[in-house]
C-alpha cells in the first residue's frame, strides 16, 4: 500500500514551460524528502522539507510542504532538457525510521 | 567519498533460479536498505537494517527472499527461487541513520531479468 500518491504519473512538455507536480498523503509527515532518478542511476536528494509551510529553492525549482504537513509540490519554472527524469518524494523519519516512496512523476522534456 | 557500490549491474537468470545481490553502503553509514523497483513504479522498500539488526522487512516476501548484513556493513539480498515477477531493479542505499530527516544514498542498482 502507498502511503504517498503522486500525480501526474507522466508528464511530457516543451522546454521553456513551467510545470508543477504533487506529492500528497492522507497521513500527516514529520518531513517530506524530493529525489530525482535518472534512467540507470539510483535517486539522488533534491531537498527536505520540515516545517508546515515551508518553501524552498534549488534554482529553478520550488519545493512547498503543505499547511497540514499532507501534501508537497515540486514547481519547476522554465524547464529544460536535462530536468527530465523520474521524481520520488519519500516520507522521511528521524533515526531507524524506514524511508518509504511514492510512485513517482516521470517528466520528458522535450527540445 | 565513495559512493554506494552494488554488484552485479546486470542478471539474467531462469525462473526457479537462484540469485544474489551485494552491496557495500558508504563507510559510517548505520542504516541500510534494500529496495525492488519494477519498471515505471518507485522503489518499494524491502528490508531496512539499522547495524547489523533488521528494523523493517515488513514487505520482504520471506518464503523466497532474504537478507544479512553480517558486521553491519556489506549486505546481500538472496531470492531463492526466482519468479517471473521477481524481474526489477534492486537498489541498496545507506544513510548515517543517527539524525533526524538523513540523506539516503543510492547505489546504482542490480537490473534482474528473470525469463
Known amino acids: 500500500t502507498q502511503l504517498l500518491e503522486q500525480s501526474p504519473q507522466f508528464l511530457s512538455i516543451q522546454e521553456g514551460e513551467n510545470l508543477t507536480v504533487y506529492c500528497n498523503s492522507s497521513s500527516v509527515f514529520s518531513s517530506l524528502q524530493w529525489y530525482r532518478q535518472e534512467p540507470g542511476e539510483g535517486p539522488v536528494l533534491l531537498v527536505t522539507?520540515?516545517?508546515?509551510?515551508e518553501v524552498k529553492k534549488l534554482k529553478r525549482l520550488t519545493f512547498q510542504f503543505g499547511d497540514a504537513r499532507k501534501d508537497s509540490s515540486l514547481h519547476i519554472t522554465a524547464a529544460q532538457p536535462g530536468d527530465t527524469g523520474l521524481y520520488l518524494c519519500?516520507?522521511?523519519?528521524?533515526?531507524?525510521?524506514?524511508?518509504?516512496f511514492g510512485q513517482g512523476t516521470r517528466l520528458t522534456i522535450n527540445p | 567519498e565513495a559512493g554506494v557500490a552494488q554488484s552485479p549491474r546486470y542478471k539474467i537468470i531462469e525462473k526457479r533460479q537462484s540469485v544474489a545481490f551485494w552491496c557495500n553502503p558508504i563507510s559510517g553509514h548505520a542504516t541500510l536498505y534494500w529496495y525492488q523497483q519494477i519498471l515505471g513504479q518507485g522503489p518499494k522498500l524491502l528490508i531496512q537494517?539499522?547495524?547489523?539488526?533488521?528494523?523493517?522487512d515488513s514487505q520482504l516476501p520471506k518464503d523466497r527472499f532474504s537478507a544479512e548484513r553480517l558486521k553491519g556493513v556489506d549486505s546481500t539480498l538472496k531470492i531463492q527461487p526466482a519468479k517471473l515477477e521477481d524481474s526489477a531493479v534492486y537498489l541498496c542505499?545507506?544513510?548515517?541513520?543517527?539524525?533526524?530527516?538523513?540523506?539516503?544514498?543510492f547505489g546504482q542498482g542490480t537490473r534482474l531479468t528473470v525469463v
Open positions: 537494517f539499522q547495524n547489523n539488526g533488521v528494523v523493517d
Open positions: 522539507v520540515v516545517t508546515g509551510g
Open positions: 542505499a545507506s544513510s548515517l541513520g543517527q539524525m533526524m530527516n538523513t540523506e539516503a544514498f
Open positions: 519519500a516520507k522521511a523519519g528521524r533515526g531507524a525510521q524506514k524511508l518509504v
